[in-house]
């Protein structure tokens, strides 16, 4: 990131390569949606480059990245709730993140994996902007809580108890699959 500070286009270019796949799939789980997650992702990018200049190596960069990530998503959450979509624009651009494999397995267990799967989408979707932030983070990246602190503007103790939260709005959400 410091050669990109000083213009280095070549290092931004494998800045994007190497935490393009990471950012895309955060935006993606955030919004439901592949085409604005490519959107916001490169609007993700593009602000990078532009704040290069005013980086300063305080935290890790990926720390800094995702707090950027973390701005323009829930800019654009709020820009939903603003111009909601009709349902049926929205059926038409929501895309499954998960394939399910199906591989020796029988018809009716892929079809229950597939409704627990969009079941568990659903409740993450209903989730707070923060809440759901904060699942994405620490399921999918696997982030530590220190760096999802610095992100979303929390103490850690505030991160576990927002997780916590989180964790028991979806267990109650989900409590008709956990109990079967």
């Given at each position: 990131?410091?050669?990109?500070?000083?213009?280095?286009?070549?290092?931004?270019?494998?800045?994007?390569?190497?935490?393009?796949?990471?950012?895309?799939?955060?935006?993606?789980?955030?919004?439901?949606?592949?085409?604005?997650a490519?959107?916001?992702?490169?609007?993700?990018?593009?602000?990078?480059?532009?704040?290069?200049?005013?980086?300063?190596?305080?935290?890790?960069?990926?720390?800094?990245?995702?707090?950027?990530?973390?701005?323009?998503?829930?800019?654009?959450?709020?820009?939903?709730?603003?111009?909601?979509?009709?349902?049926?624009?929205?059926?038409?651009?929501?895309?499954?993140?998960?394939?399910?494999?199906?591989?020796?397995?029988?018809p009716?267990?892929?079809?229950?994996?597939?409704?627990?799967?969009?079941?568990?989408?659903?409740?993450?979707?209903?989730?707070?902007?923060?809440?759901?932030?904060?699942?994405?983070?620490?399921?999918?990246?696997?982030?530590?809580?220190?760096?999802?602190a610095?992100?979303?503007?929390?103490?850690?103790?505030?991160?576990?108890?927002?997780?916590?939260?989180?964790?028991?709005?979806?267990?109650?959400?989900?409590?008709?699959?956990?109990?079967?």
């Amino acid at each position: 990131m410091l050669r990109v500070k000083q213009g280095d286009m070549q290092a931004f270019e494998s800045l994007v390569e190497n935490h393009q796949h990471r950012v895309v799939g955060t935006v993606a789980r955030m919004l439901g949606n592949d085409s604005d997650a490519q959107d916001v992702a490169q609007q993700v990018f593009v602000r990078v480059w532009h704040s290069a200049v005013r980086y300063e190596p305080s935290a890790k960069f990926t720390t800094w990245l995702f707090t950027i990530t973390r701005n323009l998503v829930f800019n654009e959450m709020r820009r939903r709730k603003r111009h909601p979509v009709s349902a049926l624009e929205e059926e038409e651009e929501t895309h499954h993140f998960q394939a399910a494999d199906l591989s020796g397995r029988a018809p009716d267990a892929t079809l229950l994996d597939d409704e627990m799967h969009e079941a568990i989408q659903r409740a993450i979707d209903s989730l707070p902007e923060q809440q759901r932030m904060a699942i994405v983070l620490r399921r999918y990246e696997e982030m530590p809580y220190e760096d999802m602190a610095v992100i979303l503007k929390l103490t850690v103790p505030a991160v576990k108890s927002l997780l916590f939260r989180a964790r028991t709005e979806l267990r109650t959400k989900l409590a008709q699959y956990l109990n079967a």
